[in-house]
């Protein structure tokens, strides 16, 4: 029972470890940008302590972003409105959506410029 045990531990640390790093990666700067309409658009999802995204698009449009588990067609977490440039931080475990306030489609670009890692405590038990 305690190798499998210390088997599934060790493998919860590698799913971690490789959230971290594909959670870090996009935190290199490099936007990555997406077609939004009246609709809601999944733009990413953040597994994180506290993530911070940029988001950028035409100065004058108008949109809505959205943070949280994304569930029945809208986000159950935060949602902001903007024009242009924003930021916003989002929390845990999540998706970043954005749609158009406008009837007018229009593109958003964003990357996570800033993240937080969650801490893991080892404990024996």
């Keep these: 029972m305690q190798n499998g045990l210390l088997k599934d531990r060790h493998l ?16 290199a700067r490099e936007y990555e940008c997406k077609d939004v309409g009246a609709a809601w658009v999944q733009l990413g999802w953040h597994v994180a302590a506290r993530v911070e995204y940029q988001l950028v698009t035409e100065p004058d449009a108008a949109y809505e972003v959205g943070t949280g588990v994304f569930l029945w067609g809208e986000p159950r977490g935060s949602k902001y409105s903007a024009t ?14 954005a749609r158009s306030l406008s009837k007018q489609p229009l593109k958003i670009c964003f990357t996570a410029s800033e993240m937080e890692a969650i801490t893991i405590f080892s404990a024996e038990f």
């Excluded at 242009?84 to 959506?97: K, M, Q, T």
């Design 12 to 27: 919860f640390k590698l799913c971690l470890a490789a959230l971290f790093c594909y959670a870090s990666s996009a935190s």
């Design 84 to 97: 242009g440039f924003s930021e916003i931080e989002a929390y845990g475990l999540g998706s970043l959506v």
